[in-house]
């Protein structure tokens, strides 16, 4: 907007209004769908026992050499229930706080529009400083871009898929597939599996598998196809890196962390490029061409 000659307060003003109004659609809807999942998890909780006591029927008539205690132990799922409510009361608080993050990004875009101006006067910060930090800055841009547009893309389809599936929590469902697309490499399994418990647990395990397929075409295709169209090359980090980026920043910051680790990796590697002292971490951290040279 700035680009657009707009004035700084105003397009600070536009994005805020922007915010508030993409919360108010979206936190309602959500608050209600975790609600509502709340009250059925008792009713599902029934339906996937007898699901259960089937499996365990099947599984002796194979003659598989355990007991039917040690099959009852091998497949315990209450304790996934018991996860499952502990993270609904979670996410009800979580929703709650989205106020006071909006209010937050408030002072921090209000912060970032003076601090440049605070910072060029000094001697410390170079020419070539502030290129290297325009590079971080456009590159995080792209990549949180790219990822909107595919998570959102994610989402939209995995919205349709359980709506076509006639699964319960439509909305909740799509919004964690398009929340969870940030996490690399483990969010489109986490966003999948409540779609497929729900499927199993109100159509059965046809339903189920249907489900499951169509989560794993859609992320395999949108990871496969439409983001390396978008992306380019990509971050060039190595997948160890990502693994570890994910478990590093989830450490110290929580689930923000993890949905932030590629970023935040990446701000790094592009940072330590920059001199060369630290190149040689940063090209520990990149991932390999398809000629084998770092990325």
């Known amino acids: 907007m700035q680009r657009m000659r707009i004035p700084p307060a105003v397009a600070l003003m536009i994005l805020l209004l922007a915010l508030v109004l993409i919360a108010l659609l979206t936190i309602p809807v959500i608050d209600i769908s975790v609600r509502g999942l709340q009250q059925k998890l008792p009713t599902y909780q029934v339906v996937l026992q007898r699901h259960f006591e089937a499996v365990i029927l099947w599984l002796e008539g194979l ?33 709650s706080q989205t106020l006071f993050v909006l209010v937050l990004t408030a002072f921090i875009l209000l912060e970032a529009q003076n601090l440049p101006r605070k910072l060029r006067g000094m001697p410390e910060f170079s020419p070539a400083f502030w290129e290297q930090l325009e590079r971080v800055a456009r590159d995080v841009r792209g990549y949180m871009s790219m990822k909107t547009i595919t998570s959102l893309l994610t989402g939209t389809l995995v919205l349709a898929l359980v709506l076509a599936l006639g699964i319960d929590f439509a909305p909740l469902l799509g919004f964690l597939a398009f929340v969870l697309n940030y996490i690399p490499i483990i969010g489109s399994v986490l966003a999948g ?31 496969n196809i439409v983001e390396p169209r978008l992306m380019g090359r990509g971050l060039g980090l190595s997948p160890l890196v990502v693994i570890l980026s994910l478990v590093f920043w989830g450490w110290v910051f929580g689930p923000v962390g993890m949905l932030l680790s590629l970023p935040l990796t990446t701000i790094a590697k592009i940072a330590m490029e920059g001199f060369p002292e630290s190149r040689w971490v940063a090209a520990l951290l990149s991932g390999a061409r398809s000629d084998g040279s770092p990325s």
């Open 193 to 223: 599996i409540p779609g497929v418990v729900l499927a199993l647990v109100q159509h059965g395990p046809g339903t189920a598998a249907l489900c499951a397929l169509g989560y794993v075409v859609i992320n395999v295709g949108v990871s």
């Open 63 to 95: 003659d598989t050499g355990m007991n039917n205690q040690e099959l009852r132990a091998l497949l315990d799922w209450r304790s996934t229930f018991a996860f499952a409510r502990t993270s609904l009361a979670k996410a009800t608080g979580l929703i």
